[in-house]
């Protein structure tokens, strides 16, 4: 069960990623969350706290889905890696277009808000670790695990615009990681 703190951050996170950065107010938080008046702003006293809060229940909702997704049983191989990187590009893109759509957002916002860009950073950071360690047990080194990271970014990014709208990510990152050094097969 979610605490307050966790409801007023996904209820930001839900008006963030359906009305993006303008309709994002301590107001409709609370209302969104179905809290009395007051109630976001007694956990966020100001937008930027709010924003920080709101990267950071995102890097933890996305650590949940990833850690969900990917637990198994054995050896990981090249074809596992490629498998559940292409379900969190799925996942990110189809399942939960909302919570990427309010951190496209973010990123908006970050530009103007130092504090926000290092909670953005730190969280991508610790999901791109996984990544590179996951990638790391199929022989592929951190530099190229990187790309594959940023690929799957961008994938994302083309499918929530329509311009991959439907199609199966486990094709191009199957060409992509067996192009990786080590990994040609």
């Given at each position: 069960?979610?605490?307050?703190?966790?409801?007023?951050?996904?209820?930001?996170?839900?008006?963030?990623?359906?009305?993006?950065?303008?309709?994002?107010?301590h107001?409709?938080?609370?209302?969104?969350?179905?809290?009395?008046?007051?109630?976001?702003?007694?956990?966020?006293?100001?937008?930027?706290?709010?924003?920080?809060?709101?990267?950071?229940?995102?890097?933890?909702?996305?650590?949940?889905?990833?850690?969900?997704?990917?637990?198994?049983?054995?050896?990981?191989?090249?074809?596992?890696?490629?498998?559940?990187?292409?379900?969190?590009?799925?996942?990110?893109?189809?399942?939960?277009?909302?919570?990427?759509?309010?951190?496209?957002?973010?990123?908006?916002?970050?530009?103007?808000?130092?504090?926000?860009?290092?909670?953005?950073?730190?969280?991508?950071g610790?999901?791109?670790?996984?990544?590179?360690?996951?990638?790391?047990?199929?022989?592929?080194?951190?530099?190229?695990?990187?790309?594959?990271?940023?690929?799957?970014?961008?994938?994302?990014?083309?499918?929530?615009?329509?311009?991959?709208?439907?199609?199966?990510?486990?094709?191009?990152l199957?060409?992509?990681?067996?192009?990786?050094?080590?990994?040609?097969?």
């Amino acid at each position: 069960m979610a605490t307050k703190r966790e409801q007023v951050l996904d209820a930001a996170i839900e008006v963030l990623g359906t009305g993006g950065s303008r309709a994002l107010t301590h107001r409709a938080v609370d209302q969104a969350a179905d809290l009395p008046a007051g109630s976001t702003s007694n956990y966020f006293r100001t937008r930027e706290a709010l924003l920080c809060g709101v990267a950071e229940r995102l890097e933890q909702r996305d650590h949940a889905d990833w850690t969900a997704m990917h637990r198994r049983l054995g050896p990981l191989t090249l074809d596992h890696l490629v498998d559940a990187l292409a379900r969190f590009i799925t996942h990110a893109s189809t399942t939960d277009p909302t919570r990427t759509q309010a951190r496209l957002a973010l990123f908006g916002e970050s530009q103007a808000m130092p504090a926000v860009a290092e909670s953005l950073q730190r969280g991508h950071g610790r999901l791109r670790e996984q990544a590179i360690e996951l990638a790391a047990q199929v022989g592929i080194g951190h530099t190229d695990a990187a790309i594959l990271v940023d690929y799957m970014d961008g994938a994302v990014i083309h499918r929530l615009t329509g311009a991959d709208h439907g199609k199966d990510p486990r094709e191009a990152l199957e060409r992509l990681a067996r192009a990786l050094p080590g990994n040609r097969s």
